[in-house]
């Protein structure tokens, strides 16, 4: 996934990431092939490899050693082997670096800042604060925030949270619940960045009078390899287990609905979606799916074959992650939707399922939207958030 950095002043030798220890860290080789040593090493990983500085002796980069919810620049000088810590502040920086690694650009979020852009040096102490917008959404109400972590079934692994409560929220109520679902490799939906990582939707459905729930389960980026390769040959079943952890605990606090719980998802969430529709009757009132992935043979095999295997080395594991398998279950609203244009999950996923709907007597809505990709833009996506909401509020309220 990444390439190779060759050191200016010694071109014989380069930097190397690998997750051989179990976290993505940086290594130093030479030509031949040589391991001469590690560079950076412990329970967390490198997010982003900035470069080193001119004299090649220190390298820079950005990683979750503090906390994974979090992005902070560090360096290490490569042959005493020291660390140090550059930025200030909790939340999640993203660095752009100079060439000599004297000045650097924060672009910095928090979930008590909007976004800012601090020039730093090397010392990390801000020079000048280009930008600061501490809360761009002040004029709108939105609801309270609250991350913190579960444990997964394996009764040892933190799965990290996002709790939206519903604006003038109150405890005597009980509020329907929306699950905002993706659970897919490369992605991490739960963030100590503005709002959580959440978009101004998740919070528009606080406003319509929801509890807006999310989880990073196992499969998810930057907790390491064992977190996120636990998924291999068998997608939907770690992932499907955490979230319903993460059901489990939506539904024990006093101000949720337990009978009134719906779930979101798009592409790898719609697979997700409807996955935990199908295989968990009576645990969802509602589901809506968007692009959904529906046999995992259709899928793009740079993808698919990288966690699955093919279809022939893994024929078990396609045949339980194939949702066409689960229709007979379908029990509660569920909602559909896909660009008839889709290269990513073609449209044959939901097309199929459909079919198998009209062949086994159960009843799914369903909506396209003419010739849109595998994600909808402009007045197609306001219609987009217009339809989900809707569905919700006629079906899960």
């Not at 082997?81 to 550059?86: A, F, H, V, Y």
């Not at 939907?236 to 606090?253: F, I, T, W």
């Not at 029990?331 to 290269?343: A, E, R, S, V």
């Amino acid at each position: 996934m990444h390439g190779l950095y060759f050191l200016e002043s010694n071109p014989q030798q380069f930097i190397w990431q690998s997750q051989r220890d179990g976290f993505n860290h940086l290594y130093l080789y030479d030509v031949d092939g040589n391991l001469i040593k590690q560079i950076t090493e412990g329970k967390w990983v490198v997010t982003d490899f900035l470069g080193l500085d001119p004299d090649g002796k220190t390298v820079y980069y950005e990683c979750t050693k503090d906390s994974p919810l979090e992005r902070q620049l560090y360096k290490t000088d490569i042959k005493k082997l020291k660390t140090s810590w550059i930025t200030n502040g909790e939340g999640t920086h993203n660095i752009r670096a100079a060439g000599s690694m004297e000045y650097f650009i924060d672009i910095f979020s928090s979930t008590d800042i909007a976004r800012a852009y601090y020039l730093l040096d090397e010392k990390g102490e801000i020079i000048s604060t280009l930008l600061e917008d501490q809360d761009p959404w002040e004029e709108y109400k939105t609801g309270e925030l609250d991350i913190f972590t579960i444990k997964a079934d394996d009764g040892e692994t933190d799965l990290y949270c996002r709790i939206i409560k519903p604006i003038d929220f109150d405890p005597t109520k009980k509020y329907p619940a929306i699950v905002y679902v993706y659970g897919g490799p490369h992605a991490q939906l739960v963030t100590n960045s503005w709002a959580g990582g959440a978009n101004f939707w998740l919070n528009y459905w606080a406003q319509q009078g929801y509890v807006v729930f999310t989880l990073d389960n196992r499969g998810s980026a930057n907790r390491g390899f064992e977190f996120e390769s636990i998924i291999h040959r068998n997608v939907g079943d770690y992932e499907m287990a955490d979230q319903l952890s993460g059901v489990d605990y939506l539904k024990s606090l006093d101000f949720v609905d337990p009978e009134k719980v719906g779930v979101d998802g798009w592409s790898y969430g719609g697979f997700m979606s409807i996955s935990l529709l199908l295989r968990n009757p009576g645990v969802f009132k509602v589901a809506f799916a968007g692009g959904p992935v529906i046999d995992w043979k259709w899928y793009e095999v740079m993808y698919g074959e990288r966690y699955m295997d093919t279809p022939m080395q893994n024929p078990e594991g396609y045949d339980k992650a194939c949702l066409l398998n689960y229709v007979g279950n379908l029990d509660g609203k569920l909602l559909i939707i896909n660009g008839t244009n889709d290269p990513t999950v073609v449209w044959q996923n939901s097309l199929t399922f459909l079919d198998e709907c009209i062949k086994q007597g159960k009843q799914v809505d369903y909506f396209v939207y003419p010739g849109a990709g595998h994600n909808m833009r402009g007045k197609s996506r306001v219609h987009l958030f217009e339809k989900i909401t809707g569905y919700f509020n006629d079906y899960l309220k």
